[in-house]
Structures are given as structure tokens and as C-alpha cells.
């Protein structure tokens, strides 16, 4: 009877358990990334009652079969409480710093050791430092910076924190212009019409140029640049200086590239070869309209707002004058064995002794899954489960008090004999 109530209590204390378990997943139930927790129970050791033995040998008379052997179990003790890391429902938040990760994978955060923090929170802002920190728990998100050199991210590199340029310009040169309209094709021989050429340098400064064409004999017309810019310390026109047309008066394709080249004494990148595109242009008998059309330049613009590319995890600056320029790339770990990472708080989570070590890359490599822009993942409770479990948790550990309750009354039976 004793034997039976130590079982018993054995079995108190890990229904409570299994109720604590059940009440952190429903706790967790609107925590981002929370990953529900499971339960595991296992027999505790088996008394030895009699061994049996095995049947006696067929030339044995009378020859007898085998006796199992008879054990009465000692109770349960507590098996495992195992992370579920099924995928949680992604939740549109607008926010572009948000990130969920689909697939397996986990953000790498700064702690301050090398062994680094990993979460599947990806509620990240940009704080007053400019690096990239995950809300939660402040700490830096890492990836790899873009190379201010090449301007490309080179992930095989140590990883670092994000950082955003948050007071940055950023200008374009003109490498290519495009002229359109038409050549007023009852232009006397040595008439000119001239058209005025906007073209910024490296430091988003405009310059203009007056390019002028003028009427040869039949169906050409020679090109010539000047300026007045005191930027410009020198100015030529390279390549083909003559504009031909066909008799239909439709630009001949016989013509080669115009190149104009810009000396500057402003600091900016020199010397500066814009490609000249006459092709749209027309000679035909109405009024000149030749005139810019477009060109690939830009003045300068600030930094305006990020972006965030789905998939990769490309961070990317957006700028007031429209230009885009990478930043840096988030990373992300993955291990053998995720269920092996010990819970830290803040929802962190850190290796220990069967996890594995981090596999770190780009996310959508390796086993490594994508991320998602704007979203966050929710937990993985299900509620329908977790009450079941509660109800479970809840008549186990009734059972097993009435089992206790049982065998003192027994006892009191037992005592009362002597009366």
C-alpha cells in the first residue's frame, strides 16, 4: 500500500508540472515567434517480483511453457519538455523593419559574446546609434554591411551590425542623354537650332551644356557644344559629329555614338563622357522642337525612408531624388538541432549542449528559410490542444490523489484490525 501512494505521488508532481507547461503556452499564446512547449512522461523504475523462467526443454516430461516476470512499476518521472518549432502564422504589421522567418532559420543578435543571441522575433526599428536592434530585447541585428568601396555586400565576411546612413545624400552622375523632337528640314544651308542639356556631375550638381545643330548640304547637319559654366574647365564632342538623315527623313541607323566630354574643376568626377542619343530625332518639314528627353543623372537627395527585400533579407536605403543603394544584408543561423536551444528571456534564445553549433548564411541558402518583409510570426499555440491538455493534466492529477486518499483508507482498514 505504501508502494502504491509513493507511485502516486510521483505522479502529483508531474501533472503539476504538466499543468506549469500548459499554463506558459497559454501565457505565450500572443508572443511573437513563441514556440509551444510538449510534456513528455517516462515509467520510473520496475520492481522485481520473480524473474520467471523459460519453457523446459521439449525432452523434458511433463515438458512446461515459460513464466513472464512480475514487476510492479514505481511510479512516472518526468521525460522531456520538447519546443514545438512548427511555423507560426505570419501577421501583417505595415511595418517594413518587421521581419518573419519562413522556413527554418533564426536572427543572429549582438549580446556581447561571441557565442551571439538568436530569436524568431523579427520586430526590429532603427535606434538612435542607426544599427538595426531588435526591439524586444535592444540588442544589434547582424548581417554583413555593404562595402563602401565596391558598393557590394560580401557575405562571406564576419558579420556585423546593420547600420543605416540615416543623415547620407546620394547623387548620380549623367552617364547617358537622350535628345528628341524634330530638325526643321526647310532650314537653310549654315542654320542652326541649338538645344539646351542638363547634366549633373558626381556631387548632384547641374551643368548645362547648349548643343547646336547645324544645317550642311542635304540631309545633315553638324553638331557643336559650348558652355558657360565655370565648372567646366574644358568641353568636347567626341565620336560621330554629324547627324544624318534618311530621305523619308527618319534618322539614318548608318550614324555612330556622339560622346560629350566634360572636364570639371569642382571636385566632382573628371573627366565626365555622357553618351549623346540622336536616334529619336526626326528631319522633317515642320518647326525645330529638338530638345532633352531624358538622361540617367540625378542632384543629390537624403536618405527617406528603407526597404527591406523579402526573400534575401536585402536592407535598401530610399532616397528623396529616387535612387536606391544597398546597406547590408541580415543574416541568419540555423542548427542541427533547434529544439536544443535554452530559452534566455526576451525571446532569446542561446546554444547549449545538443543544439549544434550555428550554421550562419543568406537567408534561402543552405536549410536556411526566406524572410518576410513587413510581417511577424505569431505563435505556434493551438488553443483547442492546450485545454485538452489542461483537461488531461487536470484528471491525471485527481486520479492519482484519489490513489493516495485510497490507500489510507486502506491503512486505516489495516489498523483497525487490531481493534
Request: proline share 2%; net charge negative.
Given at each position: ?124 526599428d532603427v535606434g538612435q546609434d542607426g544599427k538595426l536592434s531588435q526591439i524586444n530585447s535592444a540588442l544589434h541585428v547582424l548581417g554583413w554591411q555593404v562595402s563602401p568601396t565596391t558598393g557590394l555586400i560580401d557575405t562571406t565576411g564576419p558579420l556585423t551590425a546593420i547600420t ?208 518576410a518583409s513587413g510581417y511577424l510570426e505569431g505563435s505556434n499555440v493551438d488553443l483547442a490542444q492546450e485545454f485538452t491538455n489542461m483537461i488531461t493534466a487536470q484528471r491525471g492529477f485527481q486520479a492519482n490523489s484519489r490513489v493516495i486518499t485510497t490507500s489510507d483508507e486502506m ?9
Amino acid at each position: 500500500m505504501l508502494r502504491s501512494m509513493y507511485s502516486a505521488i510521483t505522479a502529483l508532481g508531474l501533472h503539476q508540472t504538466y499543468m506549469d507547461v500548459v499554463a506558459n503556452n497559454l501565457a505565450n499564446v500572443n508572443t511573437t515567434a513563441y514556440k509551444t512547449s510538449r510534456v513528455d512522461f517516462k515509467a520510473q523504475i520496475s520492481q522485481l517480483l520473480s524473474a520467471g523462467n523459460a519453457p523446459t526443454a521439449a525432452t523434458v516430461t511433463p515438458s512446461l511453457g515459460g513464466r513472464n516476470a512480475v514487476q510492479v512499476g514505481l511510479g512516472v518521472q518526468l521525460g522531456a519538455i520538447t519546443k514545438v518549432m512548427t511555423q507560426g502564422a505570419l501577421r501583417s504589421t505595415g511595418r517594413v523593419t518587421d521581419l518573419a522567418v519562413q522556413g527554418d532559420g533564426f536572427f543572429v543578435l549582438d549580446d556581447g559574446t561571441q557565442g551571439h543571441a538568436y530569436t524568431r522575433d523579427g520586430a526590429i526599428d532603427v535606434g538612435q546609434d542607426g544599427k538595426l536592434s531588435q526591439i524586444n530585447s535592444a540588442l544589434h541585428v547582424l548581417g554583413w554591411q555593404v562595402s563602401p568601396t565596391t558598393g557590394l555586400i560580401d557575405t562571406t565576411g564576419p558579420l556585423t551590425a546593420i547600420t543605416v546612413p540615416t543623415n547620407s545624400s546620394l547623387a548620380r552622375k549623367t552617364a547617358n542623354l537622350t535628345l528628341n523632337g524634330n530638325l526643321d528640314a526647310t532650314t537653310a544651308a549654315a542654320g542652326t537650332v541649338a538645344s539646351t542639356l542638363a547634366v549633373f556631375d558626381s556631387l548632384g550638381t547641374q551643368h548645362n551644356v547648349t548643343l547646336t545643330f547645324t544645317r550642311n548640304a542635304g540631309m545633315s547637319w553638324a553638331l557643336t557644344a559650348t558652355e558657360t559654366d565655370a565648372d567646366i574647365t574644358a568641353l568636347a564632342l567626341g565620336g560621330d559629329t554629324t547627324a544624318n538623315f534618311l530621305a523619308t527623313g527618319q534618322w539614318d541607323t548608318a550614324n555612330t555614338a556622339t560622346t560629350l566630354t566634360l572636364t570639371l574643376g569642382n571636385g566632382a568626377t573628371t573627366p565626365q563622357a555622357v553618351t549623346v542619343d540622336l536616334s529619336k530625332l526626326t528631319m522633317l518639314d515642320e518647326a525645330s522642337t529638338a530638345a532633352q528627353a531624358s538622361q540617367d543623372g540625378l542632384a543629390a537627395g537624403t536618405l527617406t525612408g528603407l526597404s527591406v527585400v523579402s526573400d534575401s533579407g536585402r536592407v535598401v536605403g530610399l532616397y528623396s531624388n529616387g535612387m536606391t543603394q544597398d546597406i547590408g544584408q541580415v543574416a541568419l543561423a540555423s542548427f542541427v538541432n533547434p529544439n536544443g536551444l535554452l530559452s534566455a528571456g526576451q525571446n532569446l534564445l542561446r546554444p547549449w549542449l545538443n543544439s549544434g553549433d550555428p550554421q550562419i548564411g543568406t537567408p534561402g541558402s543552405g536549410a536556411r528559410g526566406t524572410i518576410a518583409s513587413g510581417y511577424l510570426e505569431g505563435s505556434n499555440v493551438d488553443l483547442a490542444q492546450e485545454f485538452t491538455n489542461m483537461i488531461t493534466a487536470q484528471r491525471g492529477f485527481q486520479a492519482n490523489s484519489r490513489v493516495i486518499t485510497t490507500s489510507d483508507e486502506m491503512l486505516q482498514e489495516l489498523i483497525s484490525m487490531k481493534r
